[in-house]
């Protein structure tokens, strides 16, 4: 069965400070993978996918992502944290078993709080 | 361009009724999902619809069903409502059925409270 894992609950950073959220995924065939985030009492914004090539992904404010095949990880990525990056982070993986689908599954999410 | 809209975004709904969520796609998006989101189980996959076939279930009850229409609208329905179906109703969309490449976006979400 595929799978996401984000090990981590939350993840604290100081303001200015790189940051890392972490994501691990176990599929069958070539992965597809997804980062969201997700704000207090909204839906979930697309930050960044992986489909193929190049191994390290940009996407929104500023995010990236490095896809590892080796070590099944997708883990997400900034430069420099901001405060207004306070939110809840979740790694998804599109499902390629049965056929044609654009179900995702995700992983239980990383709360990230960025303090000033 | 608009996003993928969802209405209501918040209801209240007694125990034992039943309730119909609402999703627009984005303009030209033929493929709708479902998710229900709560604190302890987390995002799970309701169902899919494309070009009005479910082509896709989740593990829920028969109490939760979905359609979709000609104009790529969809609607879901939860029937005889527990107390557990309280949770965050969303919706995503994409632009086609088989294509892996495609951005799946996502609603603001319909809130159901269930009292």
């Known amino acids: 069965a595929q799978s996401v894992a984000q090990p981590e609950d939350q993840v604290n950073v100081a303001e200015g400070n790189p940051l890392t959220v972490k994501c691990t995924y176990s599929?069958?065939?070539?992965?597809?993978l997804f980062w969201y985030v997700q704000y207090p009492n909204r839906g979930l914004q697309f930050l960044l996918k992986?489909?193929?090539?190049?191994?390290l992904v940009k996407g929104s404010y500023g995010f990236e992502a490095e896809f590892n095949k080796s070590q099944t990880s997708f883990h997400l990525k900034k430069p420099s944290a901001l405060v207004s990056d306070s939110a809840l982070y979740f790694c998804?993986?599109?499902?390629?078993?049965?056929?044609?689908?654009?179900?995702?599954?995700f992983g239980t999410g990383t709360l990230l709080a960025v303090q000033p | 361009k608009a996003g993928v809209t969802q209405t209501p975004r918040y209801l209240i709904k007694t125990r034992g009724q039943q309730v119909t969520l609402s999703c627009s796609p984005i303009?030209?998006?033929?493929?709708v999902s479902w998710y229900q989101q709560t604190p302890g189980q987390g995002l799970q996959f309701l169902f899919e619809?494309?070009?009005?076939?479910?082509?896709n279930k989740g593990n829920f009850p028969g109490r939760f069903s979905g359609r979709q229409f000609s104009n790529s609208r969809s609607e879901m329905n939860v029937s005889t409502l527990e107390l557990g179906d309280s949770a965050l109703y969303l919706c995503?969309?994409?632009?086609?059925?088989?294509?892996?490449?495609?951005?799946?976006?996502f609603g603001e979400g319909s809130w159901l409270t269930v009292v």
């Open positions: 619809y494309f070009s009005e076939t479910q082509r």
């Open positions: 992986y489909i193929t090539g190049d191994n």
């Open positions: 995503a969309s994409s632009l086609e059925g088989t294509g892996v490449r495609n951005t799946i976006y």
């Open positions: 303009s030209g998006h033929r493929s």
């Open positions: 998804a993986v599109r499902d390629n078993n049965g056929g044609a689908t654009n179900k995702l599954i």
């Open positions: 599929v069958s065939g070539n992965p597809y």
